[in-house]
């Protein structure tokens, strides 16, 4: 069965600092993998996807099929980065379409 | 498209009440999803639809909760009768087809029952 690990349930930093919000899945096919955010008192919004291969608010993330790892990272923290941060794995639309989502990360970013 | 819309916005109940949670899904998308977020336990997918049809309803915690989807642009969770530890907020998802798996989310319905 597919899995979705975020190790950290919190990560603060001062804002400028380097952020990487850490992702480990563990999924036998070809997975594809997202990152959602939260902030505050809104919904769940797409951040960005691996297959994009784009950087979206300063954010990357980098598939590793060898590490089964999907970390999400920015050079400089803004404090408006804070919010709850969500990995998402989708196993395909034989699997039924459906997203596991990690337990999420909160980050603060501290002026 | 207003994206997908959810109603209430915040429900707050007594023990053993009845709630009823709706959601309208983007235009188009013919998979809907809902989902509970609870600091414990983080985001859970309950169940979802394809095409008005349950495929998967094993994140449904007990019996006392159900789903349904009348038609393509319309669908319920209900909750009988409601605990405290039912308080969450409760997402509905959708998505199309076509291109990734990406899905879209409600703005959420946050429940509390005393």
């Known amino acids: 069965a597919q899995r979705v690990t975020q190790p950290e349930k919190l990560l603060s930093v001062f804002k400028g600092a380097p952020v990487e919000l850490k992702c480990n899945y563990s999924?036998?096919?070809?997975?594809?993998l997202f990152w959602y955010v939260q902030y505050s008192r809104q919904r769940l919004q797409l951040l960005l996807r691996h297959i994009s291969r784009e950087s979206i608010k300063g954010f990357t993330a980098d598939l590793n099929k060898g590490e089964t790892s999907f970390h999400l990272k920015k050079p400089f923290a803004q404090e408006e980065d804070s919010a709850m941060y969500y990995c998402?794995?989708?196993?395909?639309?034989?699997?039924?379409?459906?997203?596991?989502f990690g337990g999420g990360t909160r980050l603060m970013v501290k002026p | 498209d207003a994206g997908v819309i959810q109603s209430p916005r915040h429900e707050v109940t007594e023990m053993g009440q009845e709630v009823t949670l709706r959601c309208k899904p983007i235009?188009?998308?013919?998979?809907l999803f809902w989902y509970r977020q609870t600091m414990m336990r983080g985001l859970e997918l309950l169940i979802y639809f394809n095409n008005n049809v349950p495929i998967d309803d094993s994140g449904m915690p007990e019996d006392r909760f159900s789903a349904k989807m009348p038609n393509a642009s319309f669908s319920t969770l209900k909750i009988q009768p409601s605990e405290p530890r039912d308080s969450a907020v409760y997402f509905c998802a959708s998505r199309g087809t076509s291109g990734s798996n990406e899905q879209y989310f409600g703005p959420g319905t946050r429940l509390t029952v005393t």
């Open positions: 999924y036998s096919g070809s997975p594809e």
């Open positions: 998402a794995l989708s196993t395909g639309r034989r699997a039924g379409n459906m997203l596991t």
């Open positions: 235009s188009g998308h013919d998979y």
